[in-house]
């Protein structure tokens, strides 16, 4: 896979329910279609894994060294609430009512895919998030792009 990439706007129904766009979906490998895995992300966010994408991942996670503490307390923290969710046969992905409550998900919400992850987002916290960085995008770029060699250029 080459990296998911969009943003989507979608609308939980009543259950908690998102209808997984098709644009999106035709990003996914094969494999990938249907099984996700669903945890807390880094910010007042959801992260969706396709399960293939969150095997490797667990792959290097079981690397980790868990007699040290901080590794043992990143894994916990990483791995708390996830949960293994599939389409449905309407191509819905159910959000459970814990993961909801615990990032703010209200009806309006955004997917926004990037490399080897979907992160779901209320969409008034996103574009809030969006609105209160793009003032230091610059900044930001330069720090972060900054140092990275282009190979195109030898």
């Known amino acids: 896979m080459a990296g998911l990439v969009g943003e989507y706007e979608v609308k939980l129904d009543a259950k908690g329910r998102f209808l997984f766009p098709a644009g999106l979906r035709k990003q996914l490998s094969p494999?990938?279609?249907?099984?996700?895995?669903?945890?807390?992300g880094f910010e007042e966010c959801l992260t969706l894994y396709p399960m293939?994408?969150?095997?490797?991942?667990?792959?290097?996670?079981?690397?980790?060294?868990?007699f040290k503490p901080k590794n043992r307390m990143f894994y916990r923290l990483f791995?708390?609430?996830a949960k293994?969710?599939?389409?449905?046969?309407?191509?819905?992905?159910?959000?459970?009512?814990?993961?909801?409550?615990?990032?703010?998900?209200?009806?309006?919400?955004?997917?926004?895919?990037?490399?080897?992850?979907?992160?779901?987002?209320?969409?008034?916290?996103?574009?809030?998030?969006?609105?209160?960085?793009?003032?230091?995008?610059?900044?930001?770029?330069?720090?972060?792009m900054g140092d990275i060699d282009d190979d195109s250029e030898e």
């Open 31 to 40: 494999a990938a279609q249907e099984n996700f895995m669903l945890n807390k």
């Open 52 to 66: 293939n994408e969150w095997d490797k991942l667990s792959a290097k996670l079981s690397r980790l060294n868990l």
């Open 79 to 81: 791995h708390q609430g």
């Open 84 to 144: 293994q969710v599939t389409l449905d046969n309407a191509g819905r992905i159910l959000v459970p009512t814990a993961l909801m409550e615990r990032v703010g998900l209200d009806k309006d919400v955004m997917l926004i895919a990037y490399n080897d992850r979907i992160e779901i987002w209320d969409k008034e916290n996103y574009f809030r998030l969006i609105d209160d960085n793009m003032a230091d995008f610059a900044d930001l770029a330069d720090e972060v």
